[in-house]
Nanobody
């Protein structure tokens, strides 16, 4: 089970940190990802991280502004979003899949497990 938190409203140029708490899993090496979907647009991959190695990937639209990280002791993945733009407004979803799928997950848009989403509004 994936539970997101941390969404909200922020002015352009501001920051937010999203959290995704993962329920206990027997698989210690997973791909954890953040996706987003704005009204009328397709879901797009934002960032992912391989839980075992810490290897991260970011979509070009957020590179230099967003950071994905993890706290394995807390079973939590974070998305730090800085310099937010109007176009970052969307529902943000946490997702999880097998670690080897990280390489293609942001493009494929598919994942094994999904959270319920958290709204981010930039004005």
């Amino acid at each position: 089970q994936l539970v997101e938190s941390g969404g909200g409203s922020v002015q352009a140029g501001g920051s937010l940190r999203l959290s995704c708490r993962v329920s206990a899993s027997t698989d210690s090496n997973r791909c954890m990802a953040w996706f987003r979907q704005a009204p009328g647009k397709e879901r797009e991959g934002v960032a992912n991280i391989i839980s075992g190695s810490g290897t991260t990937r970011l979509d070009g639209s957020v590179e230099g502004r967003f950071t994905i990280s993890q706290d394995n002791d807390k079973n939590t993945v974070y998305l730090q979003m800085n310099s937010l733009k109007l176009e970052d407004s969307a529902i943000y979803y946490c997702a999880s899949d097998l670690a080897w799928k990280c390489a293609s997950m942001l493009v494929s848009g598919t994942a094994q497990y999904w959270g319920q989403g958290t709204q981010v509004t930039v004005s």
